[in-house]
Every structure is written in C-alpha cells, then in structure tokens.
T-cell receptor
C-alpha cells in the first residue's frame, strides 16, 4: 500500500529564505510522486511530478524536488521565498487501486512567509 | 488546458435538505473524484468513478451518494445535509492512460455551509 507523510503541518520562513517542505513516502512498487499547491479558496494545482525520468524535478514558480530512494523522501525546496508562495502544499503518491488508479495525498503543509 | 468546473463556489443549505454538487470536465477524462477538505485532516476521498455509471466508495462515503450519467459530469449528492458536512468540496478528474504524467486536475472547490 502507498502512503505519504508530510512533516510539519505549518512552516514559516522569512521572505528570501530557503523553503524546505518535507515529504516521505511508502510504496510497495516504484512510486510516482507529486507536489500540489493550493492558494486560498482555490483548488489544487500541480506543482511538479516525479515519474522516474530524473531524480531532480523542476516545477513551476522556482520550486524543485529531489527523489531519494534510499531515504524514501521527496522534499520540496525553493532557494528564495516570495510572499506569493504563501499557500498550502500537498505531497502525493500514485496508487493503483481496483479499476482506477488513484493518487494518495498527504495531510498538507501550510507555508507562511514573513516580511 | 483541462478545465474542471464546479457549479458553485459558495453554498449555504439548511439541515435536512438534499444537496447537489455538480462537477463538469472538458477533456474526456475517464476518472473523476470527489474529496472533502477540512482543516488538519487534508483531503479525504468520498467517491470516485472510472467510467459512466460506475462508482466506487472512497474513504468516507457515509451520508453521500454520486451520479455519473455522462462521462463529463460527476455529481455529489448529500441525501440529507447535516452540519458536520460543512466543508470544502473538491472535484478532480484524470486520464487513466496518462495519470502518472498529468496527475489530477482539480476544480476550484465548493465551500458548503450547512446551517
């Protein structure tokens, strides 16, 4: 069975500082991994995805994530935070399930940016 | 771009009412999903459908039902609304063939308040 764990329900950083959002996964098969972002009162938007082509994945808005099999991690980083990055971020893993493949979401990490 | 449209952004209903939440996607996706999102609980899957007239229960189906009469439309029904169903409801769709490349596409959400 697949699952994801996001460490820290709330992360606060200063504007210009490094952003690091942690995600660990569990999967009995080679995983496909995703990061989604949700801005206030909106749906989720795909930020980036890992599909085994490259371990370092670049996404939109300057975010990137590195797949580390030995650590079962897929942490999300951005070198310099902007105020506009304030949002909730969800890590997710794909899961084949009965007749439809599904994506399993973590519980989310709310990112706050201090001026 | 794929669009997933949820008919209402905000909805207020009375306890005991029958409530319909509508979701329409325009990219011929096979799979459609309904989630509810509550603070601290992340996204919880209510129901999903992998084909017309097909449905499967997710993690929290109690108190809900769904209908998928056409491929592009997936309706969530609250048979008798209760205050504990006050939540943000998110609809998503995906292609079964390229799920792992594209992930899910989400609607903007419906914030339902039951009074």
């Amino acid at each position: 069975a697949q699952s994801v764990t996001q460490l820290g329900s709330h992360v606060s950083v200063s504007e210009g500082a490094l952003v690091l959002l942690r995600c660990n996964y569990s999967s009995s098969v080679p995983p496909y991994l995703f990061w989604y972002v949700q801005y206030p009162n909106q749906g989720l938007q795909l930020l980036l995805k890992y599909t085994s082509a490259a371990t370092l994945v670049k996404g939109i808005n300057g975010f990137e994530a590195e797949f580390k099999k030995s650590e079962t991690s897929f942490h999300l980083t951005k070198p310099s935070a902007h105020m506009s990055d304030a949002a909730e971020y969800f890590c997710a893993v794909s899961a084949p399930y009965s007749s439809a493949s599904k994506i399993i979401f973590g519980s989310g990490t709310r990112l706050s940016i201090r001026p | 771009d794929v669009k997933v449209t949820q008919s209402s952004r905000y909805l207020v209903k009375r306890t005991g009412e029958k409530v319909f939440l509508e979701c329409v996607q325009d990219m011929d996706h096979e799979n459609m999903f309904w989630y509810r999102q509550d603070p601290g609980l992340g996204l919880r899957l209510i129901y999903f459908s992998y084909d017309v007239k097909m449905k499967e229960k997710g993690d929290i189906p109690e108190g809900y039902s769904v209908s998928r009469e056409k491929k592009e439309r997936f309706s969530l029904i609250l048979e008798s609304a209760s205050t504990n169903q006050t939540s943000m409801y998110l609809c998503a769709s995906s292609s079964q063939v390229v799920l792992f490349l594209q992930g899910y596409t989400f609607g903007s959400g419906t914030r339902l308040t039951v009074v």
